[in-house]
Every structure is written in C-alpha cells, then in structure tokens.
C-alpha cells in the first residue's frame, strides 16, 4: 500500500532525527519538500531507507547547494533516485527539475573521495553503472553500503567500476 503525504512526511522526519543526531540531517522543511517530490515516485511496498544532499553536473550547478535548489539522492528498498528541483522562482525553470531513477538491483559501482571543487559541500563522489548508464554523483555522505545491496558478485563488479572509469577517461 502506498504511503500519503503526511504519513511520507512523518517517516522522514523520522529518518532525519536519527540525521540530526549524527549531525547531518535536514530543516524540518527539507524533510516536507522531499516528500512532496516522492510521493508522486514512490511505487506500491517501497519505502524510504535514508536521503542525503547530493549533486549531478549540469548547467543548474550554480544553484545548487542555496536557498534556489535542492538536490538529493533518496534510498529506497527498491531503488536509488536522484532529484534536483528549483526553489521560488527558479521553480518555474524546466531546467531546473530532473529525477534519476535507478533501479537497485544490478547496480554496480563505488564510492570515492570526490576531488573536485565542490569536495567541501560534498566530500564523496558516487560512481555507479546501470543497465549500461554511467553516473556520477557527487554526495554528502559515504553510501557505500547502499551499493551492496544489488545481486551482482565482486569479480563482476570490479569490472564494470573498471569499464566505467575507461569510458569516463575516454569522454573526459
């Protein structure tokens, strides 16, 4: 059965007073927000598992990170979505809303010490592949762990983190 809105926003405000506990976690308003964006993604039996700020490369990346945006990846059961939405009056550019769905199961990759401009606000870079897409994500916390959820082996995921990184030498 799927989760309403309030009862979306009570589990992440759940979610995030464990955060805050760690001294990571969100405005109570952020927790509201995200919730508006997931309940419209959220499928029947999926839950939320953790969320955490998160950023991708693009043109709205100026934004990111203040009062204009919010971007983060929340971890379902199921799946890992990225979301990147304008505040105010950026809310009106459609360039400033994407969502990434990526299923779980299958996805291989890893998580490394994020080297670019952005390391301060966001000291981890995420490097995953899924169904042949490459994505790199740059995130606020160690998600390691919520890569190991897919059913893939270490030799098989040891060559696609491999294969990745040739393509992204090759693209760069």
Same mark, same amino acid.
């Given at each position: 059965?799927?989760?309403?809105?309030?009862?979306?926003?009570? !589990?992440?405000?759940?979610? *995030?007073?464990?955060?805050?506990?760690?001294? *990571?976690?969100?405005?109570?308003?952020?927790?509201? !927000?995200?919730?508006?964006?997931?309940?419209?993604?959220?499928?029947?039996?999926?839950?939320?598992?953790?969320?955490?700020?998160?950023?991708?490369?693009?043109?709205? !990346?100026?934004?990111?990170?203040?009062?204009?945006?919010?971007? %983060?990846?929340?971890?379902?059961?199921?799946?890992?979505? %990225?979301?990147?939405?304008? *505040?105010?009056?950026?809310?009106?550019?459609?360039?400033? /809303?994407?969502?990434?769905?990526?299923?779980?199961?299958?996805?291989?990759?890893?998580?490394?010490?994020?080297?670019?401009?952005?390391?301060?606000?966001?000291? %981890?870079?995420?490097?995953?592949?899924?169904?042949?897409?490459?994505?790199?994500?740059?995130?606020?916390?160690?998600?390691?762990?919520?890569?190991?959820?897919?059913?893939?082996?270490?030799?098989?995921?040891? /060559?696609?983190?491999?294969?990745?990184?040739?393509?992204?030498?090759? *693209?760069?």
């Amino acid at each position: 059965m799927k989760l309403s809105q309030n009862e979306l926003n009570q !589990k992440l405000r759940e979610i *995030n007073e464990k955060k805050i506990l760690n001294g *990571n976690g969100f405005l109570m308003q952020g927790t509201n !927000k995200i919730g508006k964006d997931m309940c419209p993604l959220l499928q029947d039996g999926e839950e939320i598992v953790d969320f955490f700020e998160a950023r991708i490369n693009s043109l709205f !990346k100026v934004f990111k990170g203040t009062r204009y945006a919010r971007c %983060y990846i929340v971890i379902t059961t199921r799946r890992i979505i %990225y979301i990147e939405r304008g *505040n105010m009056i950026m809310s009106l550019n459609p360039l400033a /809303k994407k969502t990434i769905i990526i299923e779980r199961a299958g996805v291989v990759g890893e998580v490394v010490n994020n080297n670019g401009l952005e390391k301060l606000t966001y000291p %981890y870079l995420m490097k995953i592949c899924s169904n042949g897409t490459q994505y790199e994500i740059a995130v606020s916390n160690d998600i390691s762990a919520y890569l190991q959820m897919g059913e893939t082996t270490d030799e098989v995921t040891e /060559k696609s983190v491999q294969d990745m990184t040739q393509t992204n030498a090759t *693209n760069q």
